[in-house]
């Protein structure tokens, strides 16, 4: 089983609302991904954690926050977004962080900021 | 890591053999060469990675150069499923903390199977 679990599906959040993304993988992996996809981009890095530790920051804005409660379960805690952030988020896990390992995404979340 | 150039959009007839070409001149010793695609409005879905040597799997084969400054993919029989988006990835074996880019992709190849 390679399924990488993303919810909700689709969300639609007011540039005032909390809302989180949620993510689960039952692999026993160690290794967890967030990226963001802009319309007709490439997927870009957001964070990585590795052992229930944040790793990466790749320098994104702090209305977004992650959190890795356990090795299956990885959020991203949303607040005060604006409507450019409206987006396909994709959450991703591999056994760690090692080389040859790799890299199961899940189906994504649809986002749009009102 | 090193970064890839692939072109912008290619077609196939449906059956034929699709041939995605990479080129990663400066890639490492210590890099992989990742293929993943996306079809529409789902999520990147591995396909197959190799080091030196050339690798099949289920899906398809990878064909890496000697010199590993390209790579081509090879669809052997191409299905109108197969119309996606096809990422070509290098990633290193090591990571670092300063290495933030552990799978960074680049624009893609559209790929149409054509009836």
């Known amino acids: 089983d390679t399924e990488v679990t993303q919810t909700p599906k689709h969300l639609v959040m007011g540039m005032t609302n909390k809302k989180s993304l949620k993510c689960e993988q039952h692999m026993g992996h160690r290794a967890m991904y967030w990226y963001k996809q802009k319309a007709k981009k490439p997927p870009e890095l957001m964070f990585v954690?590795?052992?229930?530790?944040?790793?990466i920051n790749e320098s994104v804005p702090s209305r977004f926050s992650p959190e890795c409660p356990n090795s299956s379960l990885l959020n991203l805690h949303l607040h005060a977004l604006q409507p450019e952030d409206s987006a396909l988020y994709l959450c991703a896990s591999s056994q760690d962080l090692t080389s040859g390992n790799t890299i199961y995404f899940g189906e994504g979340s649809w986002l749009t900021v009102v | 890591d090193a970064k890839t150039t692939q072109p912008t959009s290619m077609d196939c007839a449906e059956g034929r053999a699709a041939n995605l070409p990479c080129n990663h001149s400066?890639?490492?010793?210590?890099?992989?060469v990742y293929w993943y695609r996306q079809i529409h409005s789902q999520g990147p879905q591995y396909i197959i990675h190799?080091?030196?040597n050339n690798e099949t799997n289920e899906m398809a084969s990878l064909i890496i150069t000697e010199d590993r400054k390209s790579s081509t993919l090879i669809l052997p029989h191409a299905t109108l499923r197969d119309t996606a988006v096809y990422y070509c990835?290098?990633?290193?074996?090591?990571?670092?903390?300063?290495?933030?880019?552990?799978?960074?992709f680049g624009s893609g190849t559209q790929l149409t199977v054509l009836p």
């Open positions: 190799g080091l030196k």
């Open positions: 990835i290098v990633r290193s074996r090591t990571f670092s903390s300063g290495s933030a880019r552990q799978l960074t």
């Open positions: 954690y590795s052992y229930e530790k944040l790793s």
């Open positions: 400066t890639i490492s010793g210590n890099e992989y």
